[in-house]
């Protein structure tokens, strides 16, 4: 059922991002408002250089999260008890809201371009990184 769910909210994140661009959403996501984010590519690299393409889950990210920039914190959607990371730092770059932050061993950043969504991110640890694709909309 888990699983079901998690496919049905990344279809339905999809959807809403295959939607016609709207002149009127430009610069929404700068975080005035909170975000829902869905990763779709996650690449896995290693301290030797060795690169592999990984499930958000198998790397212990999340694939469904919100990033609620007034509240400093991005929510993980699919955790049983509502796992959250706290926001540390927010800044705005060349028409992109920059967000990081640090969760347990790992530090992480996330651009979302502010007047389309997409997102990129990195999550470094000890000899590993992740980087992440993916795409922003409003709830």
């Not at 059922?1 to 610069?27: E, K, N, Q, T």
């Not at 959250?84 to 967000?99: F, R």
């Amino acid at each position: 059922m888990r699983l079901f769910a998690s496919v049905a909210a990344v279809v339905g994140v999809m959807v809403m991002c295959s939607a016609p661009y709207r002149a009127d959403a430009a610069g929404k996501y700068d975080g005035s408002a909170p975000l829902l984010g869905a990763a779709m590519t996650v690449t896995e690299c290693e301290a030797d250089g060795t690169c592999q393409r990984r499930s958000a889950e198998k790397v212990n990210l999340p694939s469904l999260f919100r990033v609620d920039v007034k509240a400093m914190k991005v929510h993980n959607l699919e955790a049983e008890k509502g796992r959250e990371s706290p926001i540390q730092g927010v800044g705005h770059a060349n028409v992109k809201l920059v967000v990081n932050g640090a969760d347990g061993e790992r530090g992480w950043i996330v651009l979302i371009h502010e007047d389309t969504g997409t997102m990129s991110a990195v999550v470094s640890g000890d000899g590993e990184g992740f980087v992440i694709f993916g795409q922003c909309v409003l709830p």
